[in-house]
């Protein structure tokens, strides 16, 4: 059947066929305007076609969806030099679960009296070089976080997350998170993105399984305290007035609380 199609274009393409094919070939070597006009109109009906049809020009359009979004994470590299301030000693051994850890990790081990270590809750198949180094270093590793952390109560003093929770369901967050607060010594740091004002990553929709679940303050508060997790209000209102200083706002939800121990 396509053979059959191909011969026909074949067909109204030849000027011998039908008369008013060649008529049209004569007027548009007599007019380039007329040549201009149909490049135009080309070109206007591949630009609708890739924002409403399938295909490549699909991936496209989910592309600019990725680059318009915001992640946590870097919510998180933005946050460090007030996050220095806020906790201070407690910045001393550092540990970052969620995606892109080797960026945060490589950012954090630039800053003086600072050690850090991630923890990727997905694989990482298109690191690049830098977070291959992490990995055979053993700064970085790649863990699922449903389960219980390789690591002792107090391995860290201070344990951030981002872009990881919003993925899990509540009898995932359960386990996971009050987990989390055990491997810290000083504090817990949770970056949880905001609702209405962001929404998942075309790409993070096949990577993580599932859409991230935006949930609101009060959902989270309520969270913690059925989970026994007590704000760490001192750091919580020392970052508060950094921020103040440096006209910091956040784009995700900042939510410091005490280990649990």
Known sequence: MARRQVGS??????????????ALHSKSRSSPLLSICLVLLGACLLIGYAF???????????????????????????????????????????????PDTCAVVSTLLKEDETEAWGVEPYDVEDADSSCKSLLRKGLVRVADIKFPLPYRAKSFSLVIVSDA???????????????????????????AGNPG?????????????????????????????????????????????????????????????????
């Open 165 to 191: 929770l919003d993925y899990l369901s509540p009898k995932y967050l359960n386990k996971t998170v009050p987990e989390l607060a055990r491997v810290a010594s000083d504090g817990l740091l949770l970056f």
């Open 52 to 98: 409403s049809g399938p295909g490549m020009f699909k991936s496209i359009r989910e592309v600019s969806k990725i680059t318009g979004d915001y992640s946590c994470t870097s919510e998180v590299q933005r946050a460090i030099p007030l996050l220095k301030t806020a906790y201070g000693d407690s910045m001393r051994k550092v540990l970052h679960v969620g």
């Open 197 to 261: 004002k962001q929404k998942a990553k075309a790409a993070e929709l096949s990577k993580f399984g599932r859409p991230a679940k935006m949930r609101s303050s009060s959902w989270w508060n309520r969270f913690f305290s059925q989970t026994n997790l007590e704000e760490n209000e001192a750091a919580s209102k020392k970052f508060e007035k950094a921020a103040t200083k440096v006209s910091y706002t956040p784009a995700c939800q900042i939510f410091h609380l005490k280990p649990l121990h």
């Open 9 to 22: 274009t074949r067909r109204v393409g030849d000027s011998g066929s039908f008369p008013f094919v060649g």
